[in-house]
């Protein structure tokens, strides 16, 4: 079948540059784990012009990092189809980015302990948009902390901010999480497929390492 034919498609929900990674593309589960519906999620992560989300310094190779160095911490996140909001979570802290193998090993060690907590612990800050009031629902994770814009019972229409990229959560440097699934309840929800709109109307499933602009 062509990309996207048995998918909800979505809007792509920021603007700039932002790099694909996590893509379902490559494989399913994207994530490598089906839990929490993940299975077809997909992470965006903002570039600058270089292709790279902060600037290469020595804290990059053998430390953590300030969240606010990275291109995409702060930028808006947009709504990517119209609905209702469903549910919103806010007040989770943002983490320093870790891109060097030696700062991720405390990450690590904490992964079983986030995934224990549920859903909170995982996604961060986060928003979970109904499509119709049985789904699809769509999720936006790993917001900025305090910058959630919208309540649930709000309608929202495709493009319209509905918080900030941020790095709350499950996560290593600043992105945004977009997966879909046919419940909110999430020990028990089952990933659905998901595409994208470009620009110029076309629907696709952007590939791992794609630089998607807008």
Known sequence: MPP?????????PFRGSWRV?????????SHGTYAFGTAHAIDFVAVN?????APRTWRSLIAAERPEAFVGFGQPILAPLSGTVAAVL?????????????????YM????????????????????IAATA????????????????????QQVEAGEQIGECGNSGNSTEPH??????????????????IAFRGRDGTVWIPQESEIVRT
């Open 134 to 153: 049985n789904g699809p629902f769509v999720l936006l994770a790993h917001l900025r902390q305090g910058t959630v814009r919208v309540h649930p019972g």
């Open 109 to 128: 060690l904490g992964q079983a302990d986030r995934i224990r907590q549920g859903i909170g612990a995982v996604a961060g800050n986060h928003v979970v």
């Open 21 to 29: 990674e996590n893509s379902p593309a490559r494989r399913v589960p």
């Open 4 to 12: 996207g034919a048995a998918s909800v498609v979505l809007d792509l």
């Open 90 to 106: 806010d007040g989770q802290p943002d983490h320093e980015g870790r891109r060097s193998q030696l700062a991720l090993v405390p």
């Open 176 to 193: 945004v999480h977009v997966q879909v699934t046919d419940s909110t309840d999430w020990p028990r929800a089952h990933a659905v497929p």
């Open 49 to 53: 012009a270089a292709g790279r989300s």
